[in-house]
T-cell receptor, first 117, second 113 residues
């Protein structure tokens, strides 16, 4: 019973390149959340998606960042024209129902650590 | 919107000693409260959660937490710490019908032999 799978685990990009982070939710989960963790800080909510829909992107930077969760395949967080400030750990979580809730806790992946050089 | 504060950035305890990690939240109604643990290079694992009912909740790995509405707190406790408990601990607060779960900045626990 695989958990939330994120890849790659580590990603290095030069300034100006694009970063694509992938997240496969737990089996049966159709709700996906992306969080960013900066050094010495907690997790900051970025976006919440259901299959094919963005439900809440209130934590997403207005430019260069986008997310999708297609009908088939993993959820993708895309960062265009990366800058050094984008260096962080990006975590994906999934839940069975809209969360957090009594029966829908969030399950986290191991994260993708993005380094921008 | 809800928010959460973890006053202690780093705590060191001896193995076998008791542990209490502090968490204070801000929310107008009864919040959803969580404690997660993160080992180095890993994701977050849910230790326990509180939604309603009994204010003392039991979690995995021998942890418990107590919801105190009067103090807006949800402190995590363990009677006897093991070396394997060394990790980063995050308190989080959520709200009904709100997808934005807010995390504290975390408390790093070091366990001395």
């Amino acid at each position: 019973n695989a958990g939330v799978m994120q890849n790659p685990r580590h990603l290095v990009r030069r300034r100006g390149q694009e970063a694509r982070l992938r997240c496969s939710p737990m089996k049966g989960h159709s709700h996906v959340y992306w969080y960013r963790q900066l050094p010495e800080e907690g997790l900051k909510f970025m976006v919440y998606l259901q299959k094919e829909n963005i439900i809440d992107e209130s934590g997403m930077p207005k430019e260069r960042f986008s997310a999708e969760f297609p009908k088939e395949g993993p959820s993708i967080l895309r960062i265009q024209q990366v800058v050094r400030g984008d260096s962080a750990a990006y975590f994906c979580a999934s839940s069975l129902a809209p969360g957090p809730g009594v029966n829908s806790p969030l399950h986290f992946g191991n994260g993708t650590r993005l380094t921008v050089t | 919107a809800q928010s959460v504060t973890q006053p202690d950035i780093h705590i060191t305890v001896s193995e076998g000693a008791s542990l209490e990690l502090r968490c204070n939240y801000s929310y107008g109604a009864t919040p959803y409260l969580f404690w997660y643990v993160q080992s180095p290079g890993q994701g977050l694992q849910l230790l326990l959660k509180y939604f309603s009912g009994d204010t003392l909740v039991q979690g995995i790995k021998g942890f418990e937490a107590e919801f105190k509405r009067s103090q807006s707190s949800f402190n995590l406790r363990k009677p006897s710490v093991h070396w394997s408990d060394a990790a980063e601990y995050f308190c989080a607060v959520g709200a009904p019908n709100n997808n934005d779960m807010r995390f504290g900045a975390g408390t790093r626990l070091t366990v001395k032999p």
